[in-house]
């Protein structure tokens, strides 16, 4: 899961995610959904690697062909509405409660997904220094609290140099793991691997994966469609080029990881085991990256959290900067569980609240169709 923007976007920033045409709306897409859980290989691992080689490729083909349809859907809507708000899009009744859903489902997954960044940047640094797992999450708490109260207008360039620094370190270490496979498995990589205990089926963990995936990448979506000028059909060319590059990608590292069960066994960052295998040096350079990626992600999730929670009316009147530390705080703490076990609980209980938003945001579809049909018979 990559940065995290939010919701409540300003006509500036709708400006900045005007779609050019289907690179450009395909190259948003890949940024805006990759970031340290994939950089780590820990949520392909979970999510695909550990159902097997032949089904796990059929839950990430699923996940891809999800991808597609939900990004074109939003893009589409958002543009034929000329509406920004996630809340048009995802709200077909008219009524609060899907109003309230979503915004209750996008602030978990905000502050679910800071404590999951703080547990892997404990992690990353506890394999590369040998601090303790809660110093390395409080000196990013840290890092992300200063950087939210000096303001944080320089993530969105720091973003456009990480997430290519991603693409470049994480397929270039699984090539290298697919023409040097591990000792063989015997066939049995899902008894190897790290799997949560709440994904029993292949087919609904690649349903999940998009469901947690996507909702933070709503926010994005809504604005690029709704300040579109390109045709239905670049629009639909490019949510089909993003899900097939991240498709590609994940599932190089997919078959890499499992070329290599042996190895990264039940480890926190497999990617970073791999990469260990090529040099010492180019697996300090994927914790750098790595390092980076789960900052910018901690980064947006702090400032969206903070801007959401001061909504609450109890904490109206504190000041931004005491919820910031306090948020950053409560998250640190609940970091301590870990990062592989966060993935496997946290992520699969957001992907489950986030099917109900893909119901609603298909109903919204729905609905808008039937308008479009009846308008053009009169």
Sequence with gaps: MSQVTHPDTSDAHDRSLRATGPLGIAATFIGTTIGAGYASGQEILQY???FGLVRGTAALLIAGTLFFALSAIVLRLAQRMRSAAIHDIVNPTGRRWPTWFADVTITASLLGTLVIMLAGAGT?????????GVVGALLMAAACVMSVLTGISGLMKVQSVVVPAIVVVAVGVAAWGLLHPGPSTGGDVAALVNSSPMINQWWIS???YVAFNFQLAYAVFAPMGATAT????????GAALGAGGLVVMAGAIMFALTAHATLIGRTDLPMVEL??????????????????AQFTTALSCLF???????????LRRLPFWVVAVLTAVVTTALSGIGFSDLIGTVYPVLGYAGL??????????????????????T
């Design 124 to 132: 990353a640094l506890n394999t590369a220094l040998g601090l303790p």
């Design 304 to 314: 969206g959290s903070v801007e959401r929670l001061r909504r609450v009316p109890g």
């Design 48 to 50: 695909f690697v550990s």
């Design 275 to 292: 990469a260990a295998g090529m040099a010492g040096w180019i697996a300090v350079v994927y914790t750098v990256v790595l390092l980076l």
């Design 230 to 237: 390109a045709s239905p059909r670049t629009l639909v060319a």
């Design 356 to 377: 109900v938003i893909i119901a609603l945001l298909l109903a919204s579809w729905l609905s808008a169709r039937r308008r479009a049909r009846r308008t053009a018979r």
């Design 206 to 208: 690649g349903v999940l």
